[in-house]
């Protein structure tokens, strides 16, 4: 639950790993944008205060749209934001 690297490569194998993680490492910046990077299922299970950080949110929009149901509410209404996802996703040009 608490080691880095055992955590990252289940997390590679199937995202929703993450939620067996412990609070902290779910609550780890770094740690929570490599999870999502290797796999954007990741972002369902990162803290609150991560799903609102615009980084991640697009590291996991990237690899599938589908993610930007995990970002919190303020990241979804925000128009702006949305139409970097879309674009970044190759929805919008």
Do not use: C, P
């Not at 972002?43 to 993610?67: P, T």
Request: hydrophobic fraction near 40%; glycine fraction near 6%.
């Amino acid at each position: 639950r608490s080691d880095r690297e055992i955590v990252l490569a289940a997390v590679k194998q199937n995202g929703g790993a993450l939620q067996y993680a412990s609070d902290e490492l779910r609550s780890d910046r770094e740690f929570v944008l490599a999870a999502v990077k290797r796999n954007w299922r990741a972002l369902e299970h990162a803290s609150a205060e991560l799903r609102s950080d615009r980084e991640i949110v697009l590291a996991a929009v990237k690899q599938n749209g589908g993610a930007l149901q995990y970002a919190s509410d303020e990241l979804r209404s925000d128009r702006e934001f949305v139409l970097a996802a879309g674009t970044q996703h190759g929805w919008v040009t």
